[in-house]
């Protein structure tokens, strides 16, 4: 384990307000190519609680699950680790989260983003803290991820190394990724805020089981194929596309 120094007496774990017990939030994810969507979920788990203990899965965990990572683990690691929000890090992480991971960790519940996270055989990687009601969720910032700035980069070079100023796939590309930036700062606006500095969430914020006759724009169930889940998604972020101008 990584510990951040954040506290008092080089990094040890500060008491909850009142001298209360520290409340403990785990997170856990690849974070490759660290960007603003992953400091923005951090940030807000880090409020639900005290202390904040991020894992960090392996480079073999996600090339099984995903595919190989842009950064290395230990790169990945140092990245997490200057996150002001994060107290502690801990390495080769495992990609399903289970009671005995935050138990080993005395953590109380675990965070992740209001999205499904799935296995390489379409199971949901939390599915049994969820059951044990030991998860909250938090806000997914739309519009950013890694597979999405792999592909802006990839555009970027071919354009780059095009005798043509921009091609226009690229700048098609360009025009609606700027079309969903807007959108999303629209929607976040207009929202009021998930959670407040200090304080902590009802314990009834996490997800229920899905229920039968679900519609095209409800979230697939936990046990949706990876095709069912990548459909929904793309069906989510046309629908945001189209509502805004």
Same mark, same amino acid.
């Not at 923005?40 to 090339?63: K, P, Y």
């Not at 991820?145 to 070079?157: K, Y």
């Not at 697939?220 to 069912?228: F, G, M, R, T, Y």
């Given at each position: 384990?990584?510990?951040?120094?954040?506290?008092?007496?080089?990094?040890?774990?500060?008491?909850? +307000?009142?001298?209360?017990?520290?409340?403990?939030?785990?997170? @856990?994810?690849?974070?490759?190519?660290?960007?603003? $969507?992953?400091?923005?979920?951090?940030?807000?788990?880090?409020?639900?609680?005290?202390?904040?203990?991020? $894992?960090?899965?392996?480079?073999?965990?996600?090339?099984?699950?995903?595919?190989?990572?842009?950064?290395?683990?230990? %790169?990945?690691?140092?990245?997490?680790?200057?996150?002001?929000?994060?107290? %502690?890090?801990?390495?080769?992480?495992?990609?399903?989260?289970?009671?005995?991971?935050?138990?080993?960790?005395?953590?109380?519940?675990?965070?992740?983003?209001?999205?499904?996270?799935?296995?390489?055989?379409?199971? @949901?990687?939390?599915? %049994?803290?969820?059951?044990?009601?030991?998860?909250?969720?938090?806000?997914?910032?739309?519009?950013?991820?890694?597979?999405?700035?792999?592909?802006?980069?990839?555009?970027?070079?071919?354009? /780059? /190394?095009?005798?043509?100023?921009?091609?226009?796939?690229?700048?098609?590309?360009?025009?609606?990724?700027?079309?969903?930036?807007?959108?999303?700062?629209?929607?976040?606006?207009?929202?009021?805020?998930?959670?407040?500095?200090?304080?902590?969430?009802?314990?009834?914020?996490?997800?229920? +089981?899905?229920?039968?006759?679900?519609?095209?724009?409800?979230?697939?169930?936990?046990?949706?194929?990876? +095709? %069912?889940?990548?459909?929904?998604?793309?069906?989510?972020?046309?629908?945001?596309?189209?509502?805004?101008?």
């Amino acid at each position: 384990m990584i510990r951040n120094g954040h506290g008092e007496a080089g990094g040890a774990e500060r008491p909850g +307000p009142g001298g209360r017990r520290a409340v403990r939030v785990w997170c @856990d994810g690849c974070y490759d190519m660290v960007h603003y $969507g992953h400091s923005n979920q951090l940030r807000q788990a880090r409020a639900m609680g005290d202390h904040l203990i991020v $894992g960090v899965h392996t480079d073999e965990e996600i090339a099984k699950h995903k595919g190989p990572p842009v950064f290395t683990q230990e %790169e990945r690691y140092k990245m997490v680790q200057a996150i002001k929000w994060v107290d %502690e890090v801990v390495p080769a992480a495992p990609y399903v989260t289970t009671l005995e991971t935050l138990d080993k960790y005395s953590c109380d519940f675990c965070v992740h983003g209001n999205d499904i996270t799935l296995t390489v055989d379409g199971r @949901d990687t939390y599915e %049994e803290v969820k059951q044990a009601g030991r998860y909250r969720e938090c806000k997914r910032t739309q519009g950013v991820s890694t597979t999405d700035l792999v592909g802006r980069m990839l555009l970027v070079t071919k354009a /780059h /190394h095009s005798s043509q100023e921009m091609s226009s796939e690229y700048r098609e590309y360009a025009d609606s990724f700027g079309k969903r930036v807007r959108c999303q700062a629209k929607v976040v606006l207009a929202a009021a805020p998930a959670v407040a500095v200090g304080q902590n969430p009802s314990p009834t914020g996490h997800s229920s +089981p899905a229920q039968p006759g679900r519609g095209v724009n409800q979230a697939p169930a936990n046990q949706a194929s990876l +095709p %069912e889940m990548s459909a929904w998604k793309q069906r989510q972020s046309d629908k945001r596309v189209a509502g805004c101008g």
